[in-house]
């Protein structure tokens, strides 16, 4: 052995194994352990440390995976043999020791510690600690949904989701929520094995477990030593929680807002809470898998992740997909935010085949308020700060002199604003401060006016002072006016809540594909309701209260991570109906049924009023009445999925660290899958070669009626030429499976100039229509089928 780094944890190999073998045992009982002390000297930082499977370990030494992987740390430790006796547990720096997403560990280590390492061969790899973010906007809260399910019998069907699982991973919950009450839910299914750290009053039948995980995140953000119990605090987890799996709660407002009885999607599944993500610091990716891996031993059924990275690397290097595909295994299907980065192409994350990306669109419900101008006319914006009485006066109208933004008080005050409505452009400080900057200079009222990009998609707030949230395009009308008339004059008149608006609008802020790291699967999958969305908070952060007033305990809030949320409430709906279905035909069920049409029956739109891209809704806005009995299902297990991984070109490594634990592969001797062929739901075609002809097979699985008969309907533009064959699926029985092939071209036999959208729909009778959005790439220049796993450029 080399000892030129290492030398000072000299004990002889074995020695330190069984050492360490016993020390695991305090380890594991002491999770929070203090390490504080000799370890902060700021040469130790947090790795994932991936190793090799199958590496035998000793059966007789180590009785677990996890005392191995300590003995691999000890192999290597720099400590000092007296260290080691004085005070077992603080001499092993591993962190956690993962059993089903990764076959590794995470531990405190020194880069000479991880050079030593390398050497050794069962090392793989170590990557340095990340953050991941929750998946809310920079201008979150907004408002709401509950209806979704409501329609048709769907809850008569899945029972509201009884006895269904959902895991929760997010910043916290606040646990005395009454959307959380257990009153009249029965006890979580005899699987469940998890546990709630709240003290015992807290969790119930409605909220059966709560956990923190922050051994990962403590090392890198102070005051994270101690365990933060996931309670009364947590306004994203309390809100996405809710959204999934809340109680019925009648009276549901916010500021007199959307008045109405709150529920979640799947209001009887229970909620398993785990808090991964610290307020304004993030998630810690090795606190994330650390929770999956519990996640799946404590027996939940459906994982909600409203979280992700936008640099995460390939599908080795991410949680989400790490935990995603260890889950899928356990037959547990996770919703994960797409991003809200969006309307950027290329921006979506969370783009594994075995998890389902959720972006956001809006829902039919606005708040409106109009603002009447001194000419006359009036124009129609949303608000959620009504005042009890605003008057009937016309009241003088300026714009900020300043940045446009009212973000500087001294400008206000100079411009004296008493008594007039101020317009700001939105930006600067978040809009709750501006506010109060605004109220403070005096003026009577506010208009803000929405940036350019988000369209048509308005996502007011309760403010301190009456406003009117206003879309971009109808802000410069009323700038116009400003500047037309030498003493210009406006009113609010507030409406209230209103439904039946347009929608579902894809929301600006979400993420588009397409997906950078397996661009043969069109990503996002669907979209789910996620602009304005009303649900359970602790409380409205920021808002002034009157002396009366009773803290609201919803909020409105937008965000693809207030989509998610709907989709693993309707997908613990679809698994109570349907118990054996596979994570992929639950998600199957989803796509294949979605609304590609709005409210008006015309193809859903942008912001900017033309036809969203795939890229931008995927399969559509899911249906939940329809996806409970979808007729036929894209199922898949491993037997596709690893061959698509060797298909994607990764290497034998790679693809083991995913599958774990799985039994290892070689690629050399598997058969490879082109991504086009994987047995997803939607269908993309790369035409980049001559003769710009491509044959995609799919194997349809019957879960409607045993003897149907399915007959198909193709609908692209005349640049394309698409046969199906055999052009009709008659099934005899349940669970039979018919394979089909889809031969797609160019009518011109010449490369496609751009991206070509088309839709495949299998029709049986009335009763079902099985669809799959036909993606049609154009190619990048010839490259093989192998580095298509690569971003475009
Ligand atoms: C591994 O073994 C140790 C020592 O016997 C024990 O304390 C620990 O709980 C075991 N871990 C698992 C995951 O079984
Ligand atoms: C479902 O509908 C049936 C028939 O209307 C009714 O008897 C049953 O109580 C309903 N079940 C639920 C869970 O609502
Ligand atoms: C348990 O939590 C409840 C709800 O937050 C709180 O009221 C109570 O004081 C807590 N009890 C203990 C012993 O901490
Ligand atoms: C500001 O305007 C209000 C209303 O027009 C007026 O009453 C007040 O005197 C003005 N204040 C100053 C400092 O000019
Ligand atoms: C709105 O919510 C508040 C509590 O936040 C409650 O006091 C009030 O009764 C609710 N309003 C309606 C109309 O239900
Ligand atoms: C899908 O595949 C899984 C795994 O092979 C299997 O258990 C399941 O029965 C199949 N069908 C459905 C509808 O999930
Ligand atoms: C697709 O299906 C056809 C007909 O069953 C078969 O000949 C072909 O090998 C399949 N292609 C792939 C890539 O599986
Ligand atoms: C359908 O396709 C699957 C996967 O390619 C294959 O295993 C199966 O044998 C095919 N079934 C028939 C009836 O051709």
Request: proline share 7%; hydrophobic share 40%.
């Amino acid at each position: 052995m080399d000892n030129r780094n290492h030398g000072r944890c000299s004990l002889p190999r074995l020695a330190v194994g069984a050492a360490v073998l016993l020390f695991a045992v305090s380890l594991a009982a002491t999770p929070a352990a203090s390490h504080a002390g000799h370890d902060d000297t700021g040469l130790h930082s947090n790795y994932l440390v991936i190793v090799r499977k199958p590496y035998a370990y000793d059966t007789n030494l180590y009785k677990n995976v996890s005392s191995w992987h300590a003995s691999l740390v000890a192999s290597v430790c720099d400590m000092a043999k007296e260290a080691l006796e004085k005070d077992p547990s603080s001499v092993s720096r591993l962190i956690y020791s993962y059993r089903n997403v990764v076959n590794g560990f995470a531990a405190r280590l020194t880069p000479e510690e991880v050079q030593e390492m390398s050497k050794n061969d069962w090392f793989i790899r170590a990557d340095p600690e990340k953050t991941y973010q929750l998946q809310t906007t920079h201008t979150p809260q907004l408002l709401g949904l509950m209806g979704g399910a409501r329609r048709g019998g769907v809850w008569n069907t899945s029972n509201m989701g009884e006895g269904i699982i959902i895991g929760i991973l997010d910043d916290g919950i606040y646990a005395g929520h009454p959307s959380f009450d257990g009153e009249g839910m029965k006890p979580p299914p005899a699987k469940w094995s998890g546990r709630c750290d709240f003290n015992k009053t807290v969790c119930n039948n409605k909220l059966i477990g709560a956990r923190s995980y922050f051994e990962s995140a403590k090392w890198k953000w102070k005051g994270l030593r101690d365990p933060v119990l996931p309670i009364n605090e947590g306004q994203h987890g309390t809100h996405t929680s809710s959204t999934a799996a809340g109680s019925f709660v009648p009276g549901a407002n916010v500021s007199g807002y959307a008045v109405g009885t709150a529920g979640g999607m799947a209001p009887r599944a229970h909620i398993a809470f785990y808090q991964v993500c610290y307020v304004e610091k993030g998630c810690d990716r090795d606190d994330i898998l650390a929770a999956v891996d519990d996640a799946l031993e404590d027996g939940v059924d459906i994982l909600s992740l409203s979280l992700g990275d936008e640099q995460a690397g390939d599908f080795s290097d991410d949680p989400v997909s790490l935990g995603g595909y260890s889950a899928a295994m356990h037959g547990v299907l996770v919703s994960a935010a797409g991003g809200n980065t969006g309307p950027g192409p290329s921006t979506v994350v969370n783009e594994a085949p075995w998890v389902i990306t959720v972006g956001a669109g809006t829902t039919d419900r606005r708040f409106v308020a109009t603002v009447k101008l001194g000419s006359g006319v009036s124009l129609d914006g949303e608000s959620l700060s009504e005042p009890k009485d605003f008057g009937a006066e016309m009241r003088p109208l300026v714009h900020d002199v300043g940045d446009g933004m009212c973000t500087t008080e001294s400008v206000l005050r100079a411009m004296n604003v008493t008594g007039k409505i101020i317009i700001c452009d939105a930006g600067g400080d978040v809009s709750v401060a501006k506010a109060k900057l605004v109220l403070r200079s005096g003026a009577a009222g506010m208009i803000v006016i929405a940036p350019q990009v988000y369209g048509s998609v308005i996502v007011p707030r309760p403010h301190v002072l009456p406003t009117v949230q206003m879309p971009f395009m109808i802000g410069q009308k009323i700038k116009a006016y400003i500047r037309s008339t030498p003493s210009p004059t406006a009113n609010f008149i507030f409406k209230g809540t209103v439904f039946k608006a347009k929608s579902p609008v894809a929301a600006p802020f979400s993420s588009r594909g397409p997906n950078r790291r397996s661009r043969g699967i069109l990503k996002p999958d669907i979209i789910g309701p996620g602009v304005n969305i009303l649900a359970g908070v602790p409380k409205i952060e920021d808002l002034a209260l009157g002396a009366e007033e009773v803290m609201p305990k919803f909020d409105i809030k937008s965000g693809t991570s207030m989509a998610a949320p709907h989709i693993s409430g309707v997908a613990a709906l679809i698994k109570n109906a349907h118990p054996t279905w596979s994570p992929a035909a639950i998600k199957s069920a989803m796509m294949t049924t979605a609304d590609y049409t709005d409210n008006l029956r015309k193809p859903i739109t942008d912001v900017d009023g033309t036809p969203a891209t795939y890229y931008a809704i995927g399969a559509g806005y899911v249906n939940a009445r329809k996806a409970i009995d979808p007729g036929l299902v894209y199922n898949l297990s491993s037997l596709d999925y690893i061959p698509y991984l060797c298909g994607l070109g990764y290497k034998d490594q790679k693809v083991n660290s995913i599958i774990h634990p799985g039994p290892a592969v070689e690629c050399a001797k598997m058969p490879k899958v082109d991504q086009k062929d994987l047995n997803y739901p939607s269908i993309t075609a790369v035409l980049d070669m001559e003769p710009y002809e491509v044959s995609i097979n799919r194997s349809a699985t019957n879960v409607g009626t045993a003897t149907s008969t399915y007959a198909v309907e193709v609908d692209v533009p005349a640049t394309l030429a698409v046969e199906v064959n055999p052009a009709k699926l008659e099934f005899r029985a349940l669970n039979e499976v018919l394979n089909y092939t889809v031969t797609v071209k160019t009518a011109s036999g010449k490369a496609p100039a751009s991206t070509i959208e088309g839709q495949l729909k299998w029709v049986s009778g009335k009763k079902y229509v099985v669809r799959s959005p036909i993606l049609v790439c154009a190619g990048t220049g010839g490259k093989s089928a192998a580095s298509m796993g690569a971003a475009p450029a």
